[in-house]
């Protein structure tokens, strides 16, 4: 059963800076495309309706990234500890919310922020921006 674990999560000031962590087991990188995705409080929705924020390729060669994140944030993974990274900087209020990191078998060499393509989630962890 593939699994991914988000830690990370806390709560940080505007202007901070915070790193996400999605450890993934029984599976390897190299085959799956990676997407981290969030739901804002109050907006409740399917996982397929998530925000996307931003992904990687199985390759590791290819990232994409929300307009309201670029710039700011960063994936990137370390496929000797089967994780992948968002590192966060710059945080804004508006990115408080819970962020899931999400697993896709089928894109081969591509990703996507949709969460339609993704068949595997994990449980999310808090991001809280306030002073």
């Given at each position: 059963q593939l699994q991914l674990v988000e830690s990370g999560g806390g709560l940080v000031q505007p202007g901070g800076s915070l790193r996400l962590s999605c450890a993934v087991s029984e599976f390897t990188?190299?085959?799956?495309?990676?997407?981290?995705?969030?739901?804002?409080?109050?907006?409740?929705?399917?996982?397929?309706?998530?925000?996307?924020?931003?992904?990687?390729?199985?390759?590791?060669?290819?990232?994409?990234?929300?307009?309201?994140?670029?710039?700011?944030?960063?994936?990137?993974?370390?496929?000797?500890?089967?994780?992948?990274?968002l590192q966060m900087n710059g945080v804004k209020p508006e990115d408080t919310a819970v962020y899931y990191c999400a697993a896709a078998g089928t894109l081969f060499g591509r990703c996507v922020l949709d969460g339609l393509r993704y068949g595997y989630w994990g449980q999310g962890t808090q991001v809280t921006v306030s002073s």
């Open positions: 990188l190299s085959d799956y495309a990676i997407g981290w995705f969030r739901q804002a409080p109050g907006k409740e929705r399917a996982g397929q309706e998530r925000e996307g924020v931003s992904c990687i390729t199985d390759t590791g060669r290819g990232t994409s990234y929300a307009d309201s994140v670029k710039g700011r944030f960063t994936i990137s993974t370390n496929n000797a500890k089967n994780t992948v990274y």
